[in-house]
């Protein structure tokens, strides 16, 4: 064991608070464990259940796809991939 900045503390005490400071909150006395909490504002709410209805949407624009590939009707329209590449790179 080594010991930092010891500020003429006696090794002992040293020794105690390195092993205070190893325990976790709720292990201290007087600590509380879980007490975290989150609050999102009205905006941030907007934002998550507009990705959560993109992500239905998605699902369905990824299922029509796999069905697609599994009967090999998919088809790509290669001068939209090849615009929506450009338009990519140039941005």
Do not use: C, F
């Amino acid at each position: 064991m080594k010991i930092y900045n010891n500020k003429g503390l006696p090794p002992e005490q040293i020794y105690r608070r390195q092993q205070e400071d190893k325990r976790t909150d709720a292990e201290r006395p007087g600590g509380q464990a879980g007490t975290d909490s989150l609050s999102i504002s009205g905006q941030a709410a907007k934002m998550r259940d507009a990705a959560k209805a993109s992500d239905e949407v998605r699902a369905e624009k990824v299922e029509q796809i796999q069905k697609a590939l599994a009967e090999g009707t998919y088809a790509v329209d290669s001068k939209k991939l090849a615009d929506a590449m450009l338009r990519k790179h140039d941005n």
